[in-house]
């Protein structure tokens, strides 16, 4: 099998690259990113010396690097992770996010109907059913809840899922959508909570919690979501959605709080900032579709999951200081400095 996936020098992307080389050795895995803030070319070190790797410079919008790149590979199967991720950076510039997160689904879809690819995935997330109120822990996010969005991101990822269930009616593209909560492990970057807490908490530096520090996330160990994925894309129902997700919720204060704990550092270091506008307060998804259809389900739990991921951080201090030594820096003090 030849599969095509897009933005692999990203943090969940290059996980599944890593899991495909480890599961699927036998599977061609092209990975095309645009190496945005977010892409890291080191990141995909140990994939470079596979046989059956490749990646590839472009970016998902440019019809011409597209359609190229889909006559010369012939692909079987296009994951789609290729995309602007981050919530607080679409308040400040939302137009990239939907060139990318929609106009670059358009232009891949295209391609996948023009060279007749046999699976199309979207990986998207739980954020397009907007949130759950903090005293409802009863309720939880199906694959039938209404898309509702809060952010310029999700509102770009909403319209993506629409289009591609639109492309799977009018065209007949056999498609699949998996929307996943929040994921946390190796190679995330650090502007996103768990390993900005970590790196900053490391240097001894102020951990910037918003609001109250109550709002809910829904945690997966980041492998849990590529084997989902890999599920899903492989056996998945043609033109289904299948929610991921394996009930780990917790504030984010009590997040940042086990950090602290596992390194040994004092609960002083929190800072309390001005909340981000729009915030959503919980996140909880139900995983039963994807569960009783293709058996899935998650391995790691948050406890175990989050020790991993500081021993992670401990043991590759070097790929997250040269993230943070770069153009991250300006940007962390331009959205911090007067918070
Ligand atoms: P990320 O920001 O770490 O990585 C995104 C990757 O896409 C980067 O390598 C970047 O260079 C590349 N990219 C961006 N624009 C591109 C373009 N126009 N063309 C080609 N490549 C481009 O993101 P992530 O956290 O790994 O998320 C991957 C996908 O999973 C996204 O679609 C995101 O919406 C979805 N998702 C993320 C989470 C999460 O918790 N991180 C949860 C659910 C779903
Ligand atoms: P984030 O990692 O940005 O993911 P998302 O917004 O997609 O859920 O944020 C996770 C939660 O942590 C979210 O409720 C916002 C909060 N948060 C902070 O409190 N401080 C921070 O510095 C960041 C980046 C996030």
Redo the contacts with the bound molecule.
Sequence with gaps: MNILV??G?????ANFVYFQLKNHPEDRIVC?????Y??NLETLNEAMKHQNFRFVK????DRECVFNLFKEENFDIVVN??????VDRSVENPEIFLL?NIL?TQTLMDACRFYSIKRYHQ????EVYGDLPLDRPDLFFTEDTPIHTSSPYSAS?ASADLLVLAYARTFKLPVSITR????YGPYH?PE?LIPLMISRALANESLPVYGKGENIRDWLYVEDHCSAIDLVMRKGREGEIYNVGGHNERTNLQVVKTILEILGKPETLINYVTDRPGHDMRYAIDPTKIHSELGWLPETTFDEGIKRTVEWYLNNKQWWQNILNGDYKEYYNKMYSNR
């Design positions: 897009t933005g020098a990203g943090f969940i992307g095309l990113d645009k190496l945005t977010a892409g472009g970016d998902i919008a992770f290729a995309a602007e991720s981050h990318t670059g990986v998207s997330t739980d990822k996943c909560s929040n994921n970057f996103k």
